[in-house]
């Protein structure tokens, strides 16, 4: 029997952006959760140099994180698929044919480090959870974090499964795009 360690609620909504959505989550009930994976971000940091990819002034794992983020990062995995199924509809298939496959990796974002503009061709999806946000002037955190997004249509051609029509806010699935 597995137990339960996580009780915690997701509330996702489209949000819509540049004409494409972008699925904003809000993750409830969740402390012990971004607890347990920051604590394996910092296990992992500590014993490996990572990987340069987008990364500026800062640390990436490598993308092996369901293999050494535990529980938590099986458990993130799991929400983002879980959002990833109800904003996504297929034409003639069902979100449940398909095996949804996930890369999982961390970041570690020193003052004003950055990811510089990049994209995740093959994918239909990308997520990103930010932790450790919080701070003030007396923890040596800044706490006036940006998100930025570029207009993500630009690597369509190279998605795998160019069938993906994402739901829209009243959950209808978007119109196919004529070029």
């Known amino acids: 029997m597995e137990i339960q360690r996580y009780a915690i609620k997701v509330k996702a ?3 819509p952006l540049f004409e494409t959505p972008v699925g904003f989550g809000e993750i409830s009930n969740a402390e012990s959760l971004l607890d347990d994976l920051a604590t394996a971000i910092k296990a992992n940091k500590a014993a490996s140099s990572g990987s340069k990819r987008s990364n500026e002034g800062g640390w990436h794992s490598n993308t092996d994180m369901l293999e050494w983020g535990g529980d938590a990062a099986r458990k993130v ?3 983002a698929i879980s959002i990833a199924e109800r904003m996504s509809h297929f034409e003639e298939a069902s979100v449940d044919d398909f095996d949804w496959k996930v890369s999982i990796w961390a970041n570690v974002t020193a003052p004003h480090g950055l990811n510089a503009l990049h ?6 999806w990308a997520a990103v959870l930010y932790i450790g946000m919080r701070g003030g002037p007396e923890s040596g955190i800044h706490s006036g974090v940006n998100f930025y997004l570029e207009d993500p ?7 795998h499964n160019t069938g993906l029509r994402v739901a829209d806010g009243d959950s209808s699935p978007q119109k196919y795009q004529v070029i």
Request: no cysteine.
């Open 77 to 79: 995995a799991d929400i």
């Open 153 to 159: 249509r630009f690597p369509l051609a190279a998605m």
């Open 13 to 15: 909504q489209p949000l």
């Open 119 to 124: 994209s995740h061709p093959g994918n239909l």
